[in-house]
């Protein structure tokens, strides 16, 4: 599935998920503008953040760096994502430090297969590719490191 029809519809569901977030980041933001806690200011931070910046970056990535990436793969990075998000935004709020884990674990291999399909991309600005591939590893390998604080913190 090449072509920009194809890499609307390897984008799109991270794209609306993103919005998604960034609209309920917001939305806390308001809700608790005059008793923010450092939970809540942390929620909202990662939700825009994480849910919703970074997800847009990864759905642009999947959409038009990988170019040759099949929807099953697609729909499996977009699940891993959004279920690793959730995972660690409800453990961080909950102090469920399991939660927190499996939800920053699904992040990693959610990026691991992001990863994955831009190799198999034949994109028209390798530089973009490799530029992007930089910042995934350097997402990946900073997960452990917060789990770790998140665990200390705990």
Known sequence: MTGASGAL??????????????????LLAAATAYSTTEKTAWATAY???????????????????????????????????????IGVLAGQLSGLLALTFTGGALLVIALILIIIATRRGAPAHPVLVWAFRVVAVVLAVSIPTGLVLAAVGA
């Open 9 to 26: 519809r390897r984008a799109l569901p991270f794209f609306v998920a993103a919005l998604v977030f960034v609209v309920a980041g917001g």
């Open 47 to 85: 939700m825009v953040l994480v849910g919703g910046v970074a997800q847009g970056v990864v759905g642009a990535a999947m959409g038009w760096l990988a170019q040759r990436a099949r929807m099953p793969l697609t729909w499996a990075a977009f699940a891993l994502f959004n279920l690793g998000s």
